[in-house]
């Protein structure tokens, strides 16, 4: 089943505009945003909100590499490339920004119904990876305070790291918290009492 999605285009040529708005609905999606330059297409980008966006690389005021780093920046939006040539300066200024397709004019219809999919299923997966290293990192974050506040616990009331543990389990199932907000209120305490200690 062919998935409709929402696409932003941004051309300094009039007739690649109307190619985009006259080929994109034949292949089942809608054109939200027409943009002549890089700074039009971010301005349109944040009123549209667009699935995808389509951008030639050379145009006047902000090119194609800067308005996706630029969209980005305020939301992760897969970016299609276009260029007249296939540029080795082009290709080496493509960082992290999420450009997730490279196509060289002239465009054909084939083109834009292969890498519109493939560049959504890049970002999909890109998208997942970032939020597993995300959620791996606050984890981690997450432990620290944990521990540190298991520490605490077996400074203040003199018991071992498994009863210390214990405690601070049981303190988040009577409070309904989950155990890292337990751990930030032992901490948030253990400034508050340190003061007293240093007075």
Known sequence: MRTTLRIAVADDEQGIREYYQEVLPRLGHQVVAVAETGRQLTEHCRATRPDLVLADVKMPDMDGI??????????????????AHHDDAILSRLGPEPVMGFLVKPITEADLKTAIPLAMLRFRHLSALAKEAGDLRQALDDRKIIERAK???????????????????TLASEQNLKLVEIGRKVMGAEEVLSQFDRA
């Open 66 to 83: 800067e308005a996706a780093v630029a969209l980005n920046r305020e939301r992760p939006t897969p970016v299609v490339l276009v260029s």
């Open 151 to 169: 520490g605490v616990l077996m400074r203040r009331i003199r018991v071992d790291e498994d009863e210390a543990f214990r405690r601070l389990r």
